[in-house]
């Protein structure tokens, strides 16, 4: 079946920007991840949902990120007055029940900060 | 909370040698122990994973050993392939705490042919 799909693959933006990054899990699934991933570097997490429970947002890095999930399948990542060191690969996952089941992870949405 | 430690950060062997990747965690409660490979330009995708209650899992040339007193894993594979080269990522979750997957940083192995 479909797996998990990001949108757009690429974004350039002007610093003090904001942007929306989408994430379409794989159908079924409950539970949704978003991580960030730096050239050359490890996958740090950023948020995470599990049905109707409220997220762990522990990994959010500012105020600046924030995150919502509509209707338990869709999430949007936002970035308000994105900054250079915002510049990554923010990739969503989702996996079909808890913390302890496989994450599926999708291509990743490229974001430049210019 | 938890954190996870992976070592070498890089790795070149042989062709047909084996490679060893280690993980250390700090949480004792974590019970989920996954390993992800990512090609250059690709995601991570999951190649095995092993719970809490075993302490040793194969997959064809793969391996993954637990260690629950010492809290560390490693990652074996066997007559290593130029297409085992990539980026391999440990992680720890615990089910206790809802706590996600927190990774390694990774560890980049070469297969030289």
């Known amino acids: 079946g479909a797996g998990v799909s990001q949108s757009p693959s690429n974004k350039v933006t002007e610093k003090g920007k904001d942007v929306e990054l989408r994430c379409d899990p794989i159908?079924?699934?409950?539970?949704l991840y978003w991580y960030r991933q730096s050239l050359g570097q490890g996958l740090e997490f950023l948020i995470y949902f599990q049905g109707n429970s409220a997220p762990d947002k522990s990994g959010l890095p500012s105020d600046r990120f924030s995150a919502e999930r509509t209707g338990g399948s869709v999430s949007t990542l936002t970035i308000q007055r994105t900054q250079q060191e915002d510049s990554a690969v923010y990739l969503c996952a989702s996996s079909l029940l808890g913390v302890d089941s496989p994450l599926h992870f999708g291509n990743g949405t490229r974001l430049t900060v210019t | 909370g938890e954190n996870v430690e992976q070592h070498p950060s890089t790795l070149s062997v042989q062709e047909g040698d084996s490679a060893v990747i280690k993980c250390t965690y700090s949480d004792s409660a974590s019970n989920y122990f996954p390993w992800y490979k990512q090609e250059l330009g690709k995601r991570p995708q999951l190649i095995i994973d092993?719970?809490?209650?075993?302490g040793e899992k194969k997959d064809q040339r793969i391996a993954v050993t637990l260690n629950k007193t010492a809290k560390h894993f490693s990652l074996h594979i066997t007559e290593t392939q130029p297409e085992d080269s990539a980026v391999y990522f440990c992680?720890?979750?615990?089910?206790?705490?809802?706590?996600?997957?927190?990774f390694g940083k990774g560890t980049r192995l070469s297969v030289i042919a």
């Open positions: 092993i719970r809490s209650n075993v």
């Open positions: 159908s079924g699934h409950t539970a």
């Open positions: 992680a720890a979750s615990k089910r206790s705490g809802n706590t996600p997957l927190v």
